[in-house]
């Protein structure tokens, strides 16, 4: 069996993250403990403390990752400042529809959808840890969004007068409450057709999406 990737540090933050990942998904934050996690993954309290400093880290760390991987692209605004990727040659609209491929995805990470459909329920609280984080998230995605979906409404057939940032705006409020309603009950909402019958009421029909540049489902 061969051994993970990285130095033993890393497989072990690694680890841990994986812990606090399952447990604020299953409990939210605030109900976890260190410890808890701590036992989840398979360590001592004082070695957990050892790679974070607290939970109010490890989970801004937990939520930073999925983001960090979706952002090298899609986002670059929502990652730490001097990490942004390089420009790529795919087209506004095709970056808009692998938003939209993002549901697919997310319909295979349950344990994602619920920690982030648990976790931003509690950070609308002014003194949650992860509150300034979830704030700035939203407003970078409204931002970029709008970006991206004023280049697919002006590509559309026949273009669609509609104001970019509204519709940003509907499309993340109806992603988060598709995400809700998932959660609880997984075979009765089929997120991506949602979202594309949403789209589809602006003339956005994915049959109409460019032919490269990378996908993410």
Same mark, same amino acid.
């Given at each position: 069996? +061969? %051994?993970?990737? #990285?130095?033993?540090?890393?497989? /072990?933050?690694?680890?841990?993250?994986? &812990? !606090?990942?399952?447990?604020? =998904?299953?409990?939210?934050?605030?109900?976890?403990?260190?410890?808890?996690?701590?036992?989840?993954?398979?360590?001592?309290?004082?070695?957990?403390?050892?790679?974070?400093?607290?939970?109010?880290?490890?989970?801004?760390?937990?939520?930073?990752?999925?983001?960090?991987?979706?952002?090298?692209?899609?986002?670059?605004?929502?990652?730490?400042?001097?990490?942004?990727?390089?420009?790529?040659?795919?087209?506004?609209?095709?970056?808009?529809?692998?938003?939209?491929?993002?549901?697919?995805?997310? +319909? %295979?990470?349950? #344990?994602?959808?619920?920690?982030? /459909?648990?976790?931003?329920?509690?950070? &609308? !609280?002014?003194?949650?840890? =992860?509150?300034?984080?979830?704030?700035?998230?939203?407003?970078?995605?409204?931002?970029?969004?709008?970006?991206?979906?004023?280049?697919?409404?002006?590509?559309?057939?026949?273009?669609?007068?509609?104001?970019?940032?509204?519709?940003?705006?509907?499309?993340?409020?109806?992603?988060?409450?598709?995400?809700?309603?998932?959660?609880?009950?997984?075979?009765?909402?089929?997120?991506?057709?949602?979202?594309?019958?949403?789209?589809?009421?602006?003339?956005?029909?994915?049959?109409?999406?460019?032919?490269?540049?990378?996908?993410?489902?």
């Amino acid at each position: 069996m +061969s %051994r993970p990737a #990285g130095t033993k540090g890393e497989r /072990t933050r690694a680890r841990i993250l994986e &812990a !606090a990942s399952t447990l604020f =998904a299953r409990s939210g934050f605030n109900a976890v403990s260190l410890r808890e996690i701590a036992a989840q993954a398979g360590m001592t309290h004082a070695g957990l403390l050892h790679h974070f400093p607290g939970k109010e880290s490890l989970l801004l760390e937990v939520l930073s990752i999925r983001d960090r991987e979706d952002a090298a692209w899609l986002f670059p605004g929502l990652l730490e400042p001097g990490d942004a990727a390089e420009p790529t040659a795919v087209s506004a609209a095709e970056r808009f529809w692998s938003v939209v491929d993002l549901t697919e995805r997310n +319909s %295979r990470t349950p #344990g994602l959808v619920a920690l982030y /459909t648990k976790v931003v329920a509690e950070a &609308a !609280a002014p003194d949650h840890p =992860a509150h300034a984080y979830f704030v700035r998230r939203y407003q970078v995605l409204r931002r970029e969004l709008g970006t991206l979906l004023a280049a697919a409404l002006r590509e559309a057939d026949p273009p669609v007068a509609a104001e970019p940032e509204a519709v940003a705006q509907q499309l993340l409020a109806l992603m988060d409450g598709l995400q809700t309603q998932w959660v609880l009950e997984p075979d009765r909402v089929p997120m991506r057709r949602r979202v594309e019958e949403f789209l589809a009421l602006y003339g956005l029909r994915p049959a109409h999406r460019a032919t490269t540049g990378p996908v993410t489902g």
